[in-house]
């Protein structure tokens, strides 16, 4: 076999490899937290599920929305000035189930945000059998009247 070939198949073999680990990697469930504007500018903070420490039964991104604020504006200038909390807001955890059975993956959301939920599966590699919108938590609510600040909301 020539050297030609040779590079060839190598190539190839190394394109599938690095293909098979990027579509690995794309299906492993994250958990994180995220920003989503009315129009669907998204910006997220994540990390897949296997290489988060579980505190409590739980798994999370050990950071907060306002940790990485200043780089979500960075990101999407449309939200410089605002407050971190002036643009809708939602964060994904793993909760284990009993006994290890029937783990679930839970969003909290504002029920306004509830239109990009296929968003935020997608983002977060979700799988939808195992994934419940929670839009209970007084935390993520938009405060009544809102209007949101340049048609945030």
């Not at 604020?69 to 407050?83: C, F, H, I, S, Y």
């Amino acid at each position: 076999m020539n050297k030609q070939k040779l590079a060839e198949i190598s190539e190839k073999v190394c394109k599938k490899a690095i293909a098979k680990l990027h579509s690995k990697k794309a299906s492993i469930p994250e958990v994180g937290f995220f920003w989503i504007d009315m129009t669907g500018l998204m910006y997220a903070e994540s990390a897949t599920v296997n290489s988060v420490k579980p505190y409590g039964g739980f798994k999370g991104l050990d950071l907060s929305h306002y940790d990485v604020w200043d780089k979500a504006v960075r990101t999407n200038p449309k939200w410089k000035g605002l407050e971190y909390e002036d643009v809708p807001r939602g964060r994904v955890i793993w909760q284990a189930g009993e006994g290890g059975k029937d783990n679930e993956f839970i969003v909290y959301v504002p029920k306004q945000l509830l239109k990009f939920k296929n968003k935020v599966i997608s983002r977060f590699n979700l799988p939808s059998g195992n994934t419940r919108f929670d839009t209970s938590d007084e935390h993520y609510q938009i405060a009544a009247g809102f209007k949101g600040v340049g048609g945030l909301c």
